[in-house]
Protein backbone atom coordinates (compact mmCIF):
# COMPACT_ATOMS: atom_id res chain seq x y z
CA UNK A 1 0.00 0.00 0.00
CA UNK A 2 2.68 2.69 0.98
CA UNK A 3 4.24 1.87 -2.20
CA UNK A 4 1.77 2.37 -4.43
CA UNK A 5 0.89 5.73 -2.14
CA UNK A 6 4.93 6.73 -3.13
CA UNK A 7 4.12 6.00 -7.12
CA UNK A 8 5.69 2.72 -7.49
CA UNK A 9 5.01 0.83 -10.16
CA UNK A 10 7.20 -2.45 -9.87
CA UNK A 11 8.51 -3.79 -6.58
CA UNK A 12 11.05 -6.38 -5.96
CA UNK A 13 10.90 -8.08 -2.51
CA UNK A 14 14.01 -10.37 -0.58
CA UNK A 15 12.33 -13.00 0.99
CA UNK A 16 14.26 -15.96 2.61
CA UNK A 17 12.12 -19.25 2.90
CA UNK A 18 14.44 -21.17 4.97
CA UNK A 19 13.80 -18.63 7.52
CA UNK A 20 9.88 -18.66 7.62
CA UNK A 21 9.99 -22.61 7.06
CA UNK A 22 12.79 -23.76 9.29
CA UNK A 23 10.33 -24.53 12.35
CA UNK A 24 7.77 -26.18 10.16
CA UNK A 25 7.44 -29.54 10.68
CA UNK A 26 7.45 -31.37 8.07
CA UNK A 27 9.88 -28.58 6.43
CA UNK A 28 7.49 -27.43 2.93
CA UNK A 29 7.75 -24.33 1.41
CA UNK A 30 4.10 -25.03 -0.06
CA UNK A 31 2.28 -22.79 2.53
CA UNK A 32 5.17 -20.18 2.03
CA UNK A 33 4.50 -19.90 -1.82
CA UNK A 34 0.41 -20.35 -1.15
CA UNK A 35 0.73 -16.97 0.90
CA UNK A 36 3.51 -15.39 -1.42
CA UNK A 37 0.98 -15.70 -4.42
CA UNK A 38 -1.76 -14.47 -2.94
CA UNK A 39 -0.19 -10.99 -1.32
CA UNK A 40 1.30 -10.41 -4.82
CA UNK A 41 -2.17 -10.75 -6.50
CA UNK A 42 -3.54 -8.47 -3.96
CA UNK A 43 -1.02 -5.91 -4.10
CA UNK A 44 -1.64 -5.80 -7.74
CA UNK A 45 -5.49 -5.91 -7.84
CA UNK A 46 -5.64 -3.03 -4.70
CA UNK A 47 -2.64 -1.03 -5.03
CA UNK A 48 -1.54 -1.27 -9.33
CA UNK A 49 1.98 -2.29 -7.65
CA UNK A 50 3.34 -5.34 -9.47
CA UNK A 51 5.20 -7.53 -6.95
CA UNK A 52 7.99 -9.79 -8.03
CA UNK A 53 10.07 -11.83 -5.37
CA UNK A 54 13.97 -12.31 -5.33
CA UNK A 55 14.34 -15.81 -3.15
CA UNK A 56 17.79 -14.50 -1.03
CA UNK A 57 19.82 -17.29 0.76
CA UNK A 58 21.72 -15.86 3.99
CA UNK A 59 25.74 -17.02 4.10
CA UNK A 60 26.41 -17.96 7.10
CA UNK A 61 26.74 -21.35 5.45
CA UNK A 62 25.14 -23.43 8.89
CA UNK A 63 22.05 -25.57 9.78
CA UNK A 64 18.78 -24.19 7.55
CA UNK A 65 20.92 -21.48 5.92
CA UNK A 66 23.91 -24.21 4.66
CA UNK A 67 24.96 -23.92 1.40
CA UNK A 68 23.61 -27.33 0.67
CA UNK A 69 19.90 -26.10 1.61
CA UNK A 70 20.09 -23.44 -0.05
CA UNK A 71 20.40 -25.35 -3.20
CA UNK A 72 17.47 -26.92 -2.59
CA UNK A 73 16.05 -23.26 -2.15
CA UNK A 74 17.91 -21.93 -5.67
CA UNK A 75 15.70 -25.28 -7.26
CA UNK A 76 12.46 -24.21 -5.82
CA UNK A 77 12.78 -20.87 -6.44
CA UNK A 78 13.36 -21.95 -10.31
CA UNK A 79 10.53 -23.60 -10.16
CA UNK A 80 8.35 -20.89 -8.69
CA UNK A 81 9.73 -19.28 -11.74
CA UNK A 82 8.36 -21.46 -13.85
CA UNK A 83 5.43 -22.64 -13.20
CA UNK A 84 4.03 -18.85 -11.41
CA UNK A 85 6.15 -16.19 -12.37
CA UNK A 86 6.33 -14.88 -9.07
CA UNK A 87 10.20 -15.24 -8.55
CA UNK A 88 12.45 -12.98 -10.79
CA UNK A 89 16.18 -13.34 -9.00
CA UNK A 90 18.56 -15.10 -6.29
CA UNK A 91 20.30 -13.57 -3.68
CA UNK A 92 22.38 -13.74 -1.16
CA UNK A 93 22.61 -11.50 2.06
CA UNK A 94 24.54 -11.84 5.10
CA UNK A 95 27.72 -10.59 7.00
CA UNK A 96 30.47 -10.07 4.94
CA UNK A 97 33.48 -11.16 6.88
CA UNK A 98 36.15 -13.30 6.49
CA UNK A 99 33.82 -16.20 7.86
CA UNK A 100 31.25 -15.83 5.30
CA UNK A 101 32.43 -15.29 1.75
CA UNK A 102 30.15 -16.33 -1.15
CA UNK A 103 32.15 -19.07 -2.75
CA UNK A 104 30.17 -22.15 -0.93
CA UNK A 105 27.17 -20.15 -3.01
CA UNK A 106 28.73 -20.73 -6.33
CA UNK A 107 26.30 -23.82 -7.16
CA UNK A 108 23.49 -21.69 -6.01
CA UNK A 109 24.16 -19.52 -8.48
CA UNK A 110 24.88 -21.83 -11.39
CA UNK A 111 21.13 -22.91 -10.41
CA UNK A 112 19.55 -19.71 -10.46
CA UNK A 113 21.41 -18.51 -13.71
CA UNK A 114 20.47 -21.75 -15.62
CA UNK A 115 16.49 -21.37 -14.21
CA UNK A 116 16.38 -17.83 -15.92
CA UNK A 117 16.69 -15.97 -12.89
CA UNK A 118 18.38 -12.69 -11.96
CA UNK A 119 21.69 -13.46 -9.99
CA UNK A 120 22.09 -10.58 -7.28
CA UNK A 121 24.18 -10.82 -4.24
CA UNK A 122 24.98 -8.52 -1.81
CA UNK A 123 28.39 -7.31 -1.96
CA UNK A 124 30.85 -4.52 -1.33
CA UNK A 125 28.89 -3.07 1.29
CA UNK A 126 31.78 -0.53 2.64
CA UNK A 127 32.85 2.74 1.65
CA UNK A 128 36.72 4.00 2.42
CA UNK A 129 36.22 7.13 3.77
CA UNK A 130 40.06 7.74 4.62
CA UNK A 131 41.01 11.73 3.40
CA UNK A 132 43.67 10.17 1.61
CA UNK A 133 42.21 7.33 -0.27
CA UNK A 134 44.77 5.34 1.69
CA UNK A 135 43.62 1.48 0.85
CA UNK A 136 42.54 -0.40 4.29
CA UNK A 137 42.05 -3.94 4.69
CA UNK A 138 38.53 -4.13 4.52
CA UNK A 139 38.34 -2.73 1.35
CA UNK A 140 40.57 -4.72 0.43
CA UNK A 141 38.45 -7.34 1.82
CA UNK A 142 34.72 -6.21 0.33
CA UNK A 143 36.33 -5.66 -3.22
CA UNK A 144 37.71 -9.23 -2.98
CA UNK A 145 34.32 -10.77 -2.37
CA UNK A 146 32.85 -8.17 -5.29
CA UNK A 147 35.14 -9.47 -7.60
CA UNK A 148 34.21 -13.22 -6.09
CA UNK A 149 30.49 -12.76 -7.28
CA UNK A 150 31.22 -11.04 -10.54
CA UNK A 151 33.34 -14.68 -11.52
CA UNK A 152 30.31 -16.22 -10.57
CA UNK A 153 27.83 -14.67 -13.02
CA UNK A 154 26.31 -11.73 -10.96
CA UNK A 155 23.76 -9.60 -12.54
CA UNK A 156 23.07 -7.23 -10.08
CA UNK A 157 25.02 -6.46 -6.65
CA UNK A 158 22.92 -5.43 -3.27
CA UNK A 159 24.93 -2.20 -2.29
CA UNK A 160 28.62 -2.39 -4.38
CA UNK A 161 29.59 0.75 -3.19
CA UNK A 162 32.51 0.03 -2.24
CA UNK A 163 34.05 0.20 -6.03
CA UNK A 164 33.78 3.73 -5.76
CA UNK A 165 36.84 4.20 -4.79
CA UNK A 166 38.68 2.42 -7.52
CA UNK A 167 38.23 3.27 -10.67
CA UNK A 168 39.33 0.19 -12.05
CA UNK A 169 36.52 -1.52 -10.29
CA UNK A 170 34.07 0.42 -12.06
CA UNK A 171 35.40 -0.23 -14.91
CA UNK A 172 34.97 -3.93 -14.85
CA UNK A 173 31.16 -3.22 -13.45
CA UNK A 174 30.81 -0.84 -16.61
CA UNK A 175 31.76 -3.65 -18.83
CA UNK A 176 30.11 -6.38 -16.73
CA UNK A 177 27.04 -4.81 -16.99
CA UNK A 178 26.20 -5.45 -13.30
CA UNK A 179 23.96 -2.69 -11.85
CA UNK A 180 24.66 -1.47 -8.04
CA UNK A 181 21.23 -1.39 -5.74
CA UNK A 182 22.38 1.69 -3.89
CA UNK A 183 21.20 2.51 -0.22
CA UNK A 184 21.77 5.92 0.43
CA UNK A 185 19.76 6.15 4.00
CA UNK A 186 21.11 2.73 4.72
CA UNK A 187 24.54 3.65 4.02
CA UNK A 188 24.50 6.97 6.40
CA UNK A 189 22.10 4.97 9.56
CA UNK A 190 24.74 2.28 9.01
CA UNK A 191 27.47 5.23 9.38
CA UNK A 192 29.11 3.83 6.32
CA UNK A 193 29.06 7.21 4.46
CA UNK A 194 29.31 10.06 7.37
CA UNK A 195 26.60 12.10 5.29
CA UNK A 196 24.36 12.26 2.38
CA UNK A 197 26.39 14.83 0.87
CA UNK A 198 29.54 12.18 1.26
CA UNK A 199 27.68 9.67 -0.63
CA UNK A 200 29.47 8.23 -3.73
CA UNK A 201 26.69 7.52 -5.57
CA UNK A 202 26.21 11.00 -7.87
CA UNK A 203 30.33 10.31 -8.42
CA UNK A 204 29.23 6.68 -9.67
CA UNK A 205 26.40 7.61 -11.96
CA UNK A 206 28.49 10.27 -13.27
CA UNK A 207 30.90 8.00 -13.86
CA UNK A 208 28.20 5.89 -15.95
CA UNK A 209 28.15 2.99 -13.25
CA UNK A 210 24.62 1.49 -14.02
CA UNK A 211 23.22 2.00 -10.70
CA UNK A 212 19.39 1.76 -8.80
CA UNK A 213 18.03 3.03 -5.73
CA UNK A 214 16.64 0.27 -3.39
CA UNK A 215 15.69 0.97 0.48
CA UNK A 216 17.44 -2.19 2.03
CA UNK A 217 15.12 -2.28 5.08
CA UNK A 218 13.20 0.85 5.21
CA UNK A 219 11.50 0.27 8.22
CA UNK A 220 14.82 -0.61 10.52
CA UNK A 221 16.13 2.85 9.03
CA UNK A 222 13.11 4.96 10.21
CA UNK A 223 11.67 5.68 7.07
CA UNK A 224 8.17 7.25 6.44
CA UNK A 225 6.72 4.57 5.61
CA UNK A 226 7.34 0.90 4.64
CA UNK A 227 8.33 1.63 1.00
CA UNK A 228 10.84 4.19 1.41
CA UNK A 229 11.80 4.40 -2.32
CA UNK A 230 10.40 8.13 -2.57
CA UNK A 231 12.43 9.23 0.14
CA UNK A 232 15.64 7.88 -1.64
CA UNK A 233 14.74 10.22 -4.64
CA UNK A 234 13.93 13.25 -2.34
CA UNK A 235 17.64 12.42 -0.74
CA UNK A 236 19.75 12.34 -4.07
CA UNK A 237 17.91 15.59 -5.43
CA UNK A 238 17.73 17.24 -1.90
CA UNK A 239 20.92 16.12 -0.15
CA UNK A 240 23.21 14.84 -3.01
CA UNK A 241 22.48 17.99 -5.46
CA UNK A 242 21.98 15.09 -8.36
CA UNK A 243 19.66 16.16 -11.52
CA UNK A 244 16.52 15.53 -12.99
CA UNK A 245 19.17 13.58 -15.55
CA UNK A 246 20.87 11.55 -13.10
CA UNK A 247 17.52 10.88 -11.09
CA UNK A 248 16.07 9.60 -14.43
CA UNK A 249 18.73 7.27 -15.03
CA UNK A 250 18.58 5.84 -11.86
CA UNK A 251 15.01 4.99 -12.37
CA UNK A 252 15.80 3.85 -15.63
CA UNK A 253 18.17 1.34 -14.39
CA UNK A 254 15.72 0.57 -12.30
CA UNK A 255 13.73 -1.12 -14.84
CA UNK A 256 16.60 -2.19 -17.31
CA UNK A 257 18.17 -4.04 -14.80
CA UNK A 258 15.38 -5.50 -13.10
CA UNK A 259 12.85 -9.08 -13.68
CA UNK A 260 9.98 -6.72 -15.06
CA UNK A 261 8.35 -7.69 -18.48
CA UNK A 262 9.78 -6.18 -21.18
CA UNK A 263 5.88 -4.60 -21.91
CA UNK A 264 6.52 -3.17 -18.12
CA UNK A 265 9.83 -1.85 -18.89
CA UNK A 266 9.49 -0.14 -22.18
CA UNK A 267 6.08 1.48 -20.87
CA UNK A 268 8.01 2.66 -17.29
CA UNK A 269 11.06 3.97 -20.05
CA UNK A 270 8.74 5.89 -21.83
CA UNK A 271 7.39 7.52 -18.78
CA UNK A 272 10.70 8.44 -17.29
CA UNK A 273 11.43 9.80 -20.84
CA UNK A 274 7.85 11.94 -20.27
CA UNK A 275 9.05 13.24 -17.02
CA UNK A 276 12.32 14.36 -18.17
CA UNK A 277 10.57 16.51 -21.18
CA UNK A 278 8.18 18.01 -18.76
CA UNK A 279 8.51 21.24 -16.99
CA UNK A 280 7.67 23.02 -13.94
CA UNK A 281 5.55 21.93 -10.99
CA UNK A 282 5.22 18.97 -13.50
CA UNK A 283 8.14 17.46 -13.06
CA UNK A 284 8.51 17.68 -9.10
Not at 78 to 87: C, D, F, N, P, R
Not at 134 to 145: G, Q, W
Not at 174 to 190: D, K, R, Y
Not at 225 to 240: F, I, P, Q, T, W
Request: glycine share 6%; proline share 5%; net charge negative.
Amino acid sequence: EDAGIDGVWYLELSLTPNSFCRNVTPPTLDRFWAVVRAAVHEAMERFQVEVRVVVTAVRVNAGPFSAEASEMVARDAVHQKAEHGVVVGFGLAGPEDAEFPPDPYKKCFEIAAKGNLIVCPHAGEYVNNDSAGLFDEKEELYTSYVLRCLDMGANRLGHGVVVCSNKSMMDKIINANVCLEVCPTSNVCLSLVPSYAKHPLPWMVRYDVPCALATDDPLLFNMENASGLLKEYHVCRDMMAMTDDELAQLARCSFIHSGASQELKQRALNHIDAWLSSEGSVRC
